[in-house]
């Protein structure tokens, strides 16, 4: 459920998402200057983001359907909610305006592009199934989450990440 055909510009681009975040990842961190303060509203917001994925993931079925149980209910795109959930509690937690702006400026970018790839890629695929979803008329199904599917998808990363970020920001404001 990621991406349109290979030449596709923004298919291209969704590709150097991931290495264009680890670029951005160093460079929050090197410019980071949490506070105990900052740390207190800003983890807690990012692990609900975390949270928000990981419910997502355990309810998704990439490229097989259009996923409409759990927090896909109320929003097309929970794992991107998430993530920009994570991303804000991470730069209230950096306690930089600079790191606010790249993170802001690296979620629009990459998100907007990942979420045109998506949805270009389920019109393609999923036909008027995606396009009665994304309009409100496609019942919900009754799946329940499960660690296995959020596992499969791959959700253990994000956790991971955070939790090294959050171990490094801690440090750092000690």
């Keep these: 459920m990621t991406a349109t055909a290979p030449s596709s510009p923004r298919a291209g681009f969704a590709r150097w998402r991931v290495p264009l975040g680890f670029v951005a990842a160093a460079l929050v961190l090197w410019l980071a200057r949490p506070t105990p303060a900052s740390l207190r509203v800003g983890l807690p917001l ?3 983001g975390q949270a928000l994925r990981f419910w997502a993931a355990g309810h998704l079925e990439k490229s097989r359907e259009v996923t409409t149980s759990g927090p896909y209910r109320f929003t ?3 794992l991107y909610l998430g993530s920009s959930m994570m991303g804000a509690g991470l730069a209230i937690a950096a306690s930089h305006w600079l790191v606010a702006v ?3 400026a690296y979620l629009l ?3 907007w592009t990942a979420i045109r790839t998506e949805e270009a890629y389920l019109r ?6 995606y ?6 008329g496609l019942p919900t199904a009754a799946r329940r989450f499960t660690l296995e599917r959020a596992l499969r998808n791959k959700e ?3 956790p991971i990440g955070l939790l090294l970020v959050s171990v490094f920001l801690v440090w750092r404001s000690l």
Excluded: E, K, N
């Design 76 to 78: 097309r795109h929970p």
């Design 46 to 48: 990012a692990l609900l």
């Design 124 to 129: 393609a695929t999923f036909g008027d199934a």
């Design 102 to 104: 790249l993170i802001a």
């Design 109 to 111: 970018v990459t998100l």
């Design 156 to 158: 253990y990363r994000a």
């Design 131 to 136: 396009d009665r979803y994304a309009g409100g």
